[in-house]
């Protein structure tokens, strides 16, 4: 079954500290999604691309996050600085966009800021 | 999207069906009601989804009530593994949009 990669699974770093997570979606989706997860909360949509172009980073905290998706496929989330309040897991989903529109999760990225 | 509730946590004897509800009283007429969960330290994975039919897959059913404002997810014969926290969540059909989570319902299943 196809998945959407994610990497790295766990990163610890100090504040003030840049931090990169990438996401691979599954061949052929064109919607990619970033979401940040608070622990106890559910997730939050950071930021949305359709093929290379974003169409909603409206809460993406764009003074110190910043993402791309270049060639339409990967994609990275960058955080420059990394703040106390940064630690959550990070997640990336893709979809066809089409039908139902359902959207696949991959593993995360856990960041812990100290 | 519409907003969602759903009951904090909720607790199942293994091998009994799960029932986990959800209202949605302000659901618009084009929105579907969609059910993901999430496994502990993993991302969120799509359970089903429904407009105003009932609708059953290899994981679970969905019944929606006839004035669609509110559903239940079942989990017929439920597992240590389906231990999770559910997410009950309203979105038009094949819209781009990304999903709107709220907190969910942690089911603990017991053995």
């Known amino acids: 079954e196809a998945e959407v990669a994610q990497s790295p699974r766990y990163k610890i770093t100090e504040k003030s500290q840049a931090v990169a997570f990438w996401c691979d979606p599954i061949?052929?989706?064109?919607?990619l999604y970033w979401y940040r997860q608070i622990l106890g909360q559910g997730p939050e949509l950071l930021v949305q691309?359709?093929?290379?172009?974003?169409?909603?980073d409206s809460q993406l905290p764009k003074d110190r996050f910043s993402a791309e998706r270049l060639k339409g496929v990967d994609s990275t989330l960058k955080i420059q600085p990394a703040e106390l309040g940064d630690s959550a897991m990070y997640l990336c989903?893709?979809?066809?966009?089409?039908?139902?529109?359902?959207?696949?999760f991959g593993a995360g990225s856990r960041l812990t800021v100290l | 999207d519409a907003k969602t509730t759903q009951p904090p946590s909720m607790d199942c004897a293994e091998g009994r069906a799960a029932n986990l509800p959800c209202n949605h009283s302000?659901?618009?007429?084009?929105?579907?009601v969609y059910w993901y969960r999430q496994i502990h330290s993993q991302g969120p994975q799509y359970i089903i989804h429904?407009?105003?039919n009932n609708e059953t897959n290899e994981m679970a059913s969905l019944i929606i009530t006839e004035d669609r404002k509110s559903s239940t997810l079942i989990l017929p014969h439920a597992t240590l593994r389906d231990t999770a926290v559910y997410y009950c969540i309203v979105r038009v059909g094949g819209g781009a949009d990304g999903l709107t989570f709220g907190k969910g319902t942690h089911l603990i299943i017991q053995p």
């Open positions: 302000t659901i618009s007429g084009n929105e579907y």
């Open positions: 429904g407009l105003k």
């Open positions: 061949s052929g989706h064109a919607t």
């Open positions: 989903a893709s979809s066809f966009r089409s039908g139902a529109n359902v959207l696949t």
């Open positions: 691309f359709q093929d290379e172009s974003v169409v909603d």
